[in-house]
């Protein structure tokens, strides 16, 4: 539809080509839309190609999205597929953003193409879940949900305790040391060999520094990983393989850099920083991901990661 045809429908016929198109979008859950005829309003789905060679806004944090996606499937199926390809994604033209992705992924022998869905509940700061991350379906199969089309969720996985409600502040010294029921310490060899802990710190560098002159733009600066702990609830500590893959978990992290960054940076790139990022997997699959800058200086969060407001509802900018 071109700005030429809405000159001649009626509210009410427009109205209706609206409902058709959400609908037709419907019917895949968002991610094949190529087809479909848009309407002239600033509430569809914007489309990019990314194997056409063309440009796309914020290529790093739509990677990292992917493999978000995968890391979720990994977690509740037991897989280890890795991203090959993007192929393609839309988006909500929302500020904050919901975003549908399709990928190629691999765990050889098998190839498989994935749809991942991300939906983003703040702007400049970590709070986003991932609502669906799935193998997609053959032509002849139906791809439905269980819940109505919504195409910007706000909603989120459901958590109890200390994985609910905000952040927690940085726990002391001791309590690292002394209550191993609750944390753990990670060898450099585990946090490196799972590859999510640097995926969950490169996301809260890419969300809290979004923009025409981000890092999300720009590139992500060096950072070095110098201590991981995992904090967990009611898991064995003799099985760290489970704490690493539990559904609910905090993740504190101490490293170094960011000088590339003036929104991020803190005295100078060789300071000491400190993040905290939580996990939270519920019953219904979602992936809830909030993450959070601490400041060593002042023990209180970094200007950087304060509070914001939140966009409510699903106003289109």
Same mark, same amino acid.
């Given at each position: ?13 427009y ?57 979720r ?36 022998p ?21 609502a $669906?991350? #799935?193998?997609?379906? +053959?032509?002849?199969?139906?791809? *439905?949900?269980?819940?109505? =089309?919504i195409?910007?969720f706000h @909603? ?17 010294d ?6 191993r029921?609750?944390?753990y ?21 890419l ?48 490293f ?19 993040? $905290?990022? #939580?996990?939270?997997? +519920?019953?219904?699959?979602?992936? *809830?991901?909030?993450?959070? =800058?601490?400041?060593?200086?002042? @023990? ?18």
């Amino acid at each position: 539809m071109t700005t030429e045809d809405c000159e001649y429908f009626t509210n009410e016929e427009y109205d209706r080509h609206v409902g058709e198109y959400w609908r037709a979008v419907a019917e895949s859950d968002g991610f094949d839309i190529e087809e479909i005829d848009s309407p002239v309003v600033l509430t569809g789905l914007l489309s990019y190609d990314c194997q056409s060679g063309h440009r796309y806004p914020e290529p790093l944090l739509v990677n990292r999205y992917a493999l978000l996606g995968l890391h979720r499937y990994n977690i509740l199926q037991g897989t280890s597929f890795e991203l090959a390809t993007l192929q393609k994604f839309n988006k909500t033209m929302n500020l904050t953003s919901s975003y549908y992705i399709t990928l190629l992924a691999q765990d050889p022998p098998l190839q498989k193409t994935f749809q991942v869905r991300v939906d983003e509940r703040a702007y400049h700061s970590l709070d986003l879940t991932v609502a $669906i991350a #799935r193998p997609k379906k +053959d032509q002849n199969e139906a791809v *439905t949900t269980k819940e109505p =089309f919504i195409p910007h969720f706000h @909603g989120g996985a459901v958590a109890d305790g200390v994985f609910q409600g905000p952040l927690p502040d940085w726990p002391s010294d001791g309590a690292f040391h002394d209550d191993r029921s609750r944390f753990y310490a990670l060898e450099k060899s585990e946090w490196q060999a799972t590859g999510w802990i640097s995926l969950y710190l490169e996301l809260l560098i890419l969300t809290t520094d979004r923009g025409m002159f981000g890092i999300a733009q720009t590139g992500l600066p060096q950072v070095q990983i110098l201590r991981v702990v995992i904090e967990t609830k009611g898991i064995n500590e003799k099985a760290p393989d489970k704490r690493l893959n539990a559904r609910s978990a905090l993740v504190y992290i101490t490293f170094t850099g960011l000088a590339k960054s003036p929104r991020l940076v803190e005295i100078g790139e060789h300071v000491e920083r400190k993040a $905290i990022i #939580r996990r939270v997997i +519920d019953d219904s699959g979602y992936l *809830t991901l909030q993450g959070k =800058f601490w400041s060593l200086q002042s @023990g209180e969060k970094a200007e950087s990661s304060q509070k914001r407001p939140r966009l409510k509802g699903p106003r289109i900018f």
